[in-house]
């Protein structure tokens, strides 16, 4: 039997089938969708099953005929029930609506064009897949369109050799760019751990090579914000902040909170919010990371040094010494994935200032930016002070000189000469003229 680990969870209690049977009258007659069925009942989230669809492009080529687009649709169903079996209720079908037929689709396609193309209440994810021959070889490309999140994976894309290879291509990619969903339930900030429940958790998939989870997977947290009428009002992601899977029970994870800002997420007293989780794994060699200023962003970091250390926690010892990098022109820095160790510490500096400290996982993005205070008013302020110290260096060094020139012109009882030079130290900043200046220097900034 499952051993529960959240003591704010209910224990299930089977249905009857006459319920069931009720139940299944009361879909047939109301026409609620999957989405909508499943909270009627009160599913349980790792009861709640994945609603998908897979829509097949195919580009406008002679040899692509409507034949062989239907063997390649039917293999696709076929081979995708074999790997996520009742994981899944999807649907696979051609789209002969989406312009254009070629694979600028996949990378035309943005948030703002697909929000309300398909319904939240009737879908959770949609996988765009294109099929196109190039020259001898077929190629195909995938991309995962996140319902409920509003969010695109990147694009995966593999040539293979014959037209049988193209549905096995196709679901192999599917696996790739899929991103299981999960529930926060709750965060432990003082422990560093939260506890999740894993989106049809309770469904193994049948091909091992595609459980939504293993250890060491990684998830990133966001909110979805609601109005009185459940719908969607905004849906805020955290950058730098993560999740790394330690325990693994079904549908019930516990991992380690992975940090470089606070949150609200794990939050009890957030109504009508929900949290969410996305698992992530890195499909790139590298991202780019943009430094800029906090409050222009516009405005690059240049020539800022990034040090990256391979390490979960910031109070953990880095597994090596620091690999250092230098912000360029445009404020980018490149990130390279290490395999064996995913999670990554960086830590920016403008000379020996500390401006931040943020976690990052290279690979599951291929650009982000990371805006930081300005260092600009300090080294303003160090500049400053250096040229303050310079003055008083040449004032001591001139009244050294005028007094020794007095007092060779005293002895000599040249006293012309010493009326002459005594109101030169007059001219000379005073100790109180200097004192206001450093206080200028001081709170200028402050007043900035």
């Known amino acids: 039997m499952l051993t529960r680990t959240?003591?704010?969870?209910?224990?299930?209690?089977?249905?009857?089938?006459?319920?069931?049977?009720?139940?299944?009258?009361?879909?047939?007659?109301?026409?609620?969708?999957?989405a909508e069925a499943a909270r009627e009942r009160g599913v349980e989230y790792d009861l709640d099953r994945y609603?998908?669809?897979?829509?097949?492009?195919?580009?406008?080529?002679?040899?692509?005929?409507?034949?062989?687009?239907?063997?390649?649709?039917?293999?696709?169903?076929?081979?995708?029930?074999?790997?996520?079996?009742?994981?899944?209720?999807?649907?696979?079908?051609?789209n002969r609506t989406l312009m254009p037929r070629t694979d600028a689709l996949l990378h035309r396609a943005n948030p703002e064009s697909f929000t309300g193309l398909y319904s939240e209440e009737e879908l959770d994810k949609v996988f765009l897949c294109f099929v196109s021959?190039?020259?001898?070889?077929?190629?195909?490309?995938?991309?995962?369109?996140?319902?409920?999140?509003?969010?695109?994976?990147?694009?995966?894309?593999?040539?293979v050799l014959s037209i049988e290879e193209v549905p096995v291509a196709m679901n192999n990619l599917i696996v790739r760019v899929f991103r299981p969903m999960a529930r926060v339930e709750k965060i432990d900030t003082m422990k560093g751990k939260a506890w999740i429940t894993l989106r049809a958790g309770e469904y193994p998939a049948p091909d091992a090579d595609a459980a939504q989870v293993v250890e060491g997977d990684i998830f990133i947290t966001s909110l979805r914000y609601l109005d009185k009428n459940g719908v969607v009002q905004?849906?805020?992601?955290?950058?730098?902040?993560?999740?790394l899977v330690d325990e693994i029970d079904r549908g019930r994870l516990v991992c380690t909170v992975v940090s470089g800002v606070p949150t609200p997420v794990g939050s009890r007293g957030l109504r009508r919010v929900d949290q969410f989780a996305t698992r992530v794994r890195p499909l790139r060699d590298s991202t780019d990371i943009r430094i800029c200023k906090f409050n222009q962003t516009e405005i690059p970091l240049v020539a800022h040094y990034v040090t990256a250390f391979l390490k979960n926690t910031y109070r953990e010892e880095s597994e090596d010494e620091g690999t250092q990098y230098?912000?360029?022109?445009?404020?980018?820095?490149?990130?390279?994935?290490?395999?064996?160790?995913?999670?990554?510490?960086?830590?920016?500096?403008?000379?020996?200032?500390?401006?931040?400290?943020?976690?990052?996982?290279p690979g599951i993005r291929e650009f982000i930016e990371l805006p930081l205070p300005d260092d600009s008013t300090r080294l303003e302020v160090e500049g400053q002070i250096e040229e303050l110290k310079g003055r008083i260096v040449e004032l001591i060094a001139s009244r050294s000189s005028i007094m020794a020139e007095v007092r060779v012109a005293a002895n000599k009882g040249e006293w012309e000469k010493v009326d002459e030079l005594l109101p030169k130290l007059d001219e000379l900043e005073t100790a109180q003229e200097l004192k206001n200046r450093l206080n200028t220097i001081r709170v200028l900034p402050m007043q900035e």
Do not use: C
Not at 13 to 31: E, N
Not at 79 to 93: F, H, I, Q
Not at 146 to 158: A, G, N
Not at 347 to 360: D, E, I, K, T, W
């Open 51 to 94: 609603s998908i669809k897979i829509e097949v492009i195919f580009a406008d080529q002679p040899y692509l005929t409507p034949r062989l687009r239907s063997v390649i649709v039917h293999k696709l169903t076929q081979l995708n029930d074999a790997t996520y079996g009742k994981m899944w209720k999807r649907t696979v079908e051609e």
């Open 133 to 159: 021959r190039n020259g001898l070889n077929f190629e195909v490309s995938v991309r995962e369109w996140d319902v409920v999140l509003r969010t695109f994976s990147l694009i995966e894309s593999q040539q």
């Open 326 to 361: 230098l912000s360029d022109r445009q404020g980018i820095v490149e990130i390279p994935l290490v395999k064996e160790h995913p999670v990554q510490w960086l830590y920016v500096n403008s000379g020996s200032a500390l401006l931040g400290r943020v976690p990052v996982v």
């Open 234 to 243: 905004q849906i805020q992601f955290f950058d730098w902040n993560y999740l």
């Open 6 to 34: 959240f003591s704010t969870i209910k224990p299930r209690r089977p249905l009857a089938s006459l319920t069931h049977w009720l139940f299944a009258i009361a879909v047939l007659f109301t026409g609620l969708t999957n």
